[in-house]
């Protein structure tokens, strides 16, 4: 065992990343998840309570008393967990019912349940498409679309952001390819801008390709009925593929699944690695998810109360002087450009009593640095009055409000 050689090698590099301002420091939540948690930071500081304005908690069921009833019952009418991937002895009635419930909320034939959506993107390209295929890619798809890519033999091709010009090339460039599959995030996580799904289906009309949208963001609360992207832009029939996860509106524990046409649920299930090889989702995971979905067909309440939320929010921002990314959906980026200054904004907003992180390289691209707000239908109008109180205050106290890009990065550098 000789590990000189590799700490140095890896000591330098933590350095590097401190040195660039790019390092993470992970603060320790000591409650359930909510829009008021408890929190440690550093991690042998005392307890202290802030309002959370960064989790993906968007329907507010995280902990929702229904929800953590459902998997109580479940732990005890189903145990605790399978030991065993799903094909040899790991699926319940359960993970079943799971499935064919998110594919009728979506509006597709059937679903393959995966433990996380990143599972379920790491399976979807490889199985479905050889090297005769072309996969044509937004250029700003999740990390776990651009893995899965990877994991497949298919050309890989893409597309300028949301840039249907450019789409439409990539198009005609691959006619003669066996398959199309067009892939795009429904929300995109970052900027909280959607994918234009009714032009982007139209040209997949035309040029006879296949269209798979990630809905992570979106599942649950875009759309009237909450349907997601595909629903929002008209096109539910329209869409072949949508991937999704159970992390985030959807009670926020874990699982993912591909939706679509019967043969590609089933092919996921007889050749996706990340189902054969990984272990089955927990029942009360599973059980769960279902109640949720169950509580999201009974009523559009809570994504209601986040759509009104997310306007307030946006406004409220918008009114102080701060430059938001442009968009309707609850995920409000407000842009520092610089990764210190982001980090210094974070900091300050935490003494304020508001939790909401810095984001940066490698997470989005250089000097594009932000606080990502994420707005929760368990939000009241108070938690975000008192947070843009300490918006506005730590935004004064740092001089960025009223400032645009050029101007904050002359003032704070790249
Ligand atoms: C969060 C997210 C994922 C990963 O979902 P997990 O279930 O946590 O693995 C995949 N795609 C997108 C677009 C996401 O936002």
């Keep these: 065992m000789s590990y000189i050689a590799g700490k140095r090698v890896f000591s330098e590099m933590i350095q590097k990343i401190k040195e ?66 799903r094909f040899i002895c790991g699926t319940q009635d359960v993970h079943r019912q799971l499935e064919l419930k998110i594919a009728e909320f979506l509006g597709m034939e059937d679903a ?88 982007i289906c139209e040209l997949a009309e035309k040029y006879d390709a296949m269209v798979a949208v990630d809905d992570s963001h979106a599942t649950g609360f875009i759309g009237k009925t909450g349907r997601g992207t595909h629903e929002y832009f008209g096109v539910m029939d329209k869409v072949d593929i949508i991937t999704t996860t159970f992390g985030k509106a959807l009670g926020g524990a874990n699982g993912g699944c591909v939706a679509g046409k019967k043969e590609i649920a089933d092919l996921m299930k007889q050749r996706g690695r990340p189902y054969l090889f990984s272990n089955a989702v927990p029942p009360p ?70 939790y909401a992180v810095g984001f940066f390289f490698p997470v989005v691209p250089m000097g594009q640095a932000r606080i990502r707000t994420q707005i929760s239908a368990a939000h009241e109008k108070e938690h975000l009055d008192f947070a843009l109180d300490a918006f506005k205050k730590v935004g004064e106290r740092l001089g960025v409000l009223g400032l645009k890009k050029k101007e904050i990065l002359a003032k704070f550098g790249e």
């Design 112 to 199: 393959c349940v995966f433990s996380s959506c990143l599972d379920a993107n790491a399976a979807l390209f490889e199985v479905l498409l050889t090297e005769e295929d072309a996969i044509i890619a937004d250029r700003l798809v999740h990390a776990s679309i651009i893995d899965g890519i990877r994991l497949s033999k298919a050309q890989n091709f893409n597309f300028k952001h949301s840039n249907m010009e450019h789409l439409e090339e990539k198009l005609q460039e691959t006619q003669n390819h066996r398959l199309r599959l067009i892939v795009v995030d429904g929300v995109f996580s970052m900027d909280g801008d959607m994918a234009p799904l009714d032009k």
């Design 20 to 85: 660039d301002g790019l390092y993470k420091q992970e603060r320790l939540i000591c409650s359930p998840q909510g829009p008021e948690i408890i929190v440690r930071f550093p991690e042998n500081a005392p307890e202290k309570k802030v309002i959370n304005m960064c989790a993906n908690n968007y329907l507010g069921l995280s902990s929702h008393p229904e929800i953590v009833h459902a998997a109580h019952n479940a732990l005890d009418d189903r145990g605790y967990g399978m030991s065993s991937v």
């Design 285 to 354: 995971v599973a059980v769960a998810s279902i109640r949720v979905l169950d509580i999201l067909s009974q009523t559009t309440e809570r994504r209601d109360k986040l759509e009104r939320l997310t306007a307030y929010w946006r406004k409220g921002l918008t009114d102080a002087g701060f430059d938001l990314k442009e968009g309707n959906t609850p995920i409000v980026p407000v842009m520092l450009y610089n990764a210190k200054l982001a980090q210094q904004f974070s900091k300050e907003l935490y003494d304020e009593g508001v």
